[in-house]
C-alpha cells in the first residue's frame, strides 16, 4: 500500500465553483501535511501546512482526519489561476520522511 | 517563505558530460536537503537525501556514482550527474528543509523548492 494516495483526477470545474480533493495516508505516526501545488514544468510551492485539526488561508481550507487518516484540500470560488496540480506531502515523525502523492489536477474553465 | 535557489535553470549537453546543479538556501540553515527527479506528468521521485556534513542517503534504484551528491556546508548542496546519457534527461528539483532544533520544529518542518534544472542529454 503506498504511503499516500491522492485521487489524480482531473478535476475540471467551472469558474466559482468549491472543489474538495482528498488524501489519505497509511501511517497512524505521520505528524506533519502539506498541500503543495505545482504549475507545469514549474517547481511545487508550499500552499499550505496541516498541522491540528486543519488550517484556513483565504479561499482555501485544509483539514485533518487523524482518526481516518486523511487530510483534504478545499477551494472556494474556484478562480482560472488555481489550476494546476495539488500535491499532498505526508512527513512522518519530523524525521526525513517526506511522503508525496502523486498529485490531483485541477483545471478551472471560464 | 524561505528562498531556495537552483542553478542552473536549464543545462543542454552531449551524451557523456558530467552536469553539476546547485541548490542553496537563502535565508535559512538546511541541515538537510532532498534531491528529485520528474518526469513528465509523474510525480517527484525521491532520488536522495542529503544531510550536511555526511554522505547522503539514496534511494532504492539510485546510483550513487552515478548521481554525486555533496552537501559541504548549511546552505550549499550539489548534484553531479556524471557521464549523462538521454535517458538522464529530466526535471531534477531540490528541497531544503527549514527545520530550526528547539521548540516549535514540527510547526517550521517544511521543505521550499528550487525552480528546478530542466536536463536535456542529446
Known amino acids: 500500500r503506498k504511503e499516500v494516495e491522492q485521487d489524480p483526477g482531473p478535476f475540471n470545474v467551472p469558474e466559482g465553483a468549491t472543489v474538495a480533493f482528498n488524501c489519505t495516508y497509511s501511517n497512524s505516526a505521520s505528524q506533519s501535511f502539506f498541500w503543495y501545488r505545482q504549475d507545469c514544468r514549474k517547481e511545487p510551492k508550499l500552499l499550505m501546512s496541516?498541522?491540528?485539526s486543519g488550517n484556513e488561508d483565504g479561499r482555501f481550507t485544509a483539514q485533518l482526519n487523524r482518526a481516518s487518516q486523511y487530510i483534504s484540500l478545499l477551494i472556494r470560488d474556484s478562480k482560472l489561476s488555481d489550476s494546476a496540480t495539488y500535491l499532498c506531502?505526508?512527513?512522518?515523525?519530523?524525521?526525513?520522511?517526506?511522503?508525496f502523492g502523486t498529485g490531483t489536477s485541477l483545471t478551472v474553465i471560464p | 517563505g524561505a528562498v531556495v535557489s537552483q542553478h542552473p535553470s536549464w543545462v543542454i549537453c552531449k551524451s557523456g558530460t558530467s552536469v553539476k546543479i546547485e541548490c542553496r538556501s537563502l535565508?535559512?540553515?538546511?541541515?538537510?536537503m532532498f534531491w528529485y527527479r520528474q518526469f513528465p506528468k509523474q510525480s517527484l521521485m525521491l532520488m536522495a537525501t542529503s544531510n550536511e556534513g555526511s554522505k547522503a542517503t539514496y534511494e532504492q534504484g539510485v546510483e550513487k556514482d552515478k548521481f554525486l551528491i555533496n552537501h559541504a556546508s548549511l546552505t550549499l548542496s550539489t548534484l553531479t550527474v556524471t557521464s549523462a546519457h538521454p535517458e538522464d534527461s529530466s526535471f531534477y528539483i531540490c528541497?531544503?528543509?527549514?527545520?530550526?532544533?528547539?521548540?516549535?520544529?514540527?510547526?517550521?518542518?517544511?521543505?521550499?523548492f528550487g525552480a528546478g534544472t530542466r536536463l536535456s542529454v542529446l
Open positions: 535565508d535559512f540553515q538546511a541541515t538537510t
Open positions: 496541516v498541522y491540528s
Open positions: 528541497s531544503a528543509r527549514d527545520f530550526p532544533r528547539g521548540q516549535g520544529a514540527i510547526a517550521k518542518n517544511i521543505q521550499y
Open positions: 506531502v505526508v512527513n512522518i515523525n519530523t524525521g526525513n520522511q517526506f511522503y
